[in-house]
């Protein structure tokens, strides 16, 4: 593809203006980041691994009628998705206590919530994306209660999807972050999910060991970021299994 002009460069991705109006070409870094950026690493592979699951999230969604930006897959490393207008909102759901949630609650981690929790954070890295209510979205016009219901609507339906997807495959979706933004058609306005859906953005725990497959191996040290997305790419189906070794043929006496 020809030069592109770059729009905007985040902590794990870069954005081009699309080949038409109104599309943006999303390319996956290989950077990692947390505690708001104050951990830093080049996790080789992260980013392939990213786009395609992300890809096949988008596609499972976008076949059970839940609205994103994801077009096509161009190639390795990047995505083609509709531009959207985003609404400045983290929207996190919750299914067992971790993270800052078991910090704030004083809740032991992988204790199972009565039913879904969904909470906004204002997306500003410079404040730390702090936990806000629907009293301040309200009042500072980041969304309006119309917005509001069709995003808990969207977060909910991304939940039980991706809760299913998870769970046929032995994986146990603790929490997950999503984003949203505006399209226009003609008129007519409405919310779409966008950004991406990997294991960067959620908190995903082997159902029989526990064992963690998500960005926590990056923030707590726990070993091989890419080794653990590969077990989710792999497990998902995603990526091809690595080829068994075939064992070379004895001599039956
Ligand atoms: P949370 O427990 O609030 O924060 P932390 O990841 O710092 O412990 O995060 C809940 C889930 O949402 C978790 O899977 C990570 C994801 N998330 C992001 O991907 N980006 C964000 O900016 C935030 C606030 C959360």
């Given at each position: 593809?020809?030069?592109?002009?770059?729009?905007?460069e985040g902590k794990a991705k870069i954005l081009y203006e699309g080949p038409?109006?109104?599309?943006?070409?999303?390319?996956?870094?290989?950077?990692?980041?947390?505690?708001n950026a104050e951990k830093k690493a080049v996790i080789e592979g992260k980013?392939?691994?990213?786009?395609?699951?992300?890809?096949?999230?988008?596609?499972?969604?976008?076949?059970?009628?839940?609205?994103?930006?994801?077009?096509?897959?161009?190639?390795?490393?990047?995505?083609?998705?509709?531009?959207?207008?985003?609404?400045?909102?983290?929207?996190?759901?919750?299914?067992?206590?971790?993270?800052?949630?078991?910090?704030?609650?004083?809740?032991?981690?992988?204790?199972?919530?009565?039913?879904?929790?969904?909470?906004?954070?204002?997306?500003?890295?410079?404040?730390?994306?702090?936990?806000?209510?629907?009293?301040?979205?309200?009042?500072?016009?980041?969304?309006?209660?119309?917005?509001?219901?069709?995003?808990?609507?969207?977060?909910?339906?991304?939940?039980?999807?991706?809760?299913?997807?998870?769970?046929?495959?032995?994986?146990?979706?603790?929490?997950?972050?999503?984003?949203?933004?505006?399209?226009?058609?003609?008129?007519?306005?409405?919310?779409?999910?966008?950004?991406?859906?990997?294991?960067?953005?959620?908190?995903?725990?082997?159902?029989?060991?526990?064992?963690?497959?998500?960005?926590?191996?990056?923030?707590?040290?726990?070993?091989?970021?890419?080794?653990?997305?590969?077990?989710?790419?792999?497990?998902?189906?995603?990526?091809?299994?690595?080829?068994?070794?075939?064992?070379?043929?004895?001599?039956?006496?």
């Amino acid at each position: 593809m020809a030069r592109r002009k770059k729009i905007y460069e985040g902590k794990a991705k870069i954005l081009y203006e699309g080949p038409e109006p109104g599309t943006i070409v999303q390319y996956f870094k290989d950077d990692a980041t947390a505690f708001n950026a104050e951990k830093k690493a080049v996790i080789e592979g992260k980013g392939v691994l990213n786009n395609r699951l992300s890809e096949f999230f988008m596609t499972g969604l976008a076949q059970i009628g839940v609205p994103n930006h994801f077009i096509k897959r161009l190639n390795m490393r990047e995505q083609l998705v509709r531009s959207a207008e985003i609404v400045p909102l983290e929207i996190i759901v919750r299914n067992y206590a971790a993270g800052t949630m078991s910090k704030r609650l004083g809740l032991e981690e992988g204790t199972q919530l009565p039913r879904p929790i969904v909470e906004y954070c204002y997306k500003d890295d410079s404040l730390g994306d702090p936990l806000v209510t629907e009293e301040h979205i309200a009042a500072f016009g980041w969304a309006s209660q119309q917005d509001m219901d069709d995003i808990l609507s969207l977060a909910l339906r991304v939940n039980d999807f991706l809760s299913g997807v998870m769970m046929a495959v032995g994986i146990r979706l603790v929490d997950f972050k999503i984003e949203v933004g505006r399209v226009y058609d003609g008129d007519f306005q409405r919310l779409i999910v966008a950004d991406e859906i990997s294991p960067d953005s959620c908190r995903l725990w082997d159902i029989e060991t526990g064992q963690k497959l998500d960005k926590d191996v990056f923030r707590r040290d726990l070993g091989s970021l890419t080794d653990a997305y590969t077990e989710v790419a792999q497990r998902l189906g995603v990526m091809p299994r690595k080829a068994t070794p075939v064992s070379k043929p004895t001599l039956i006496n």
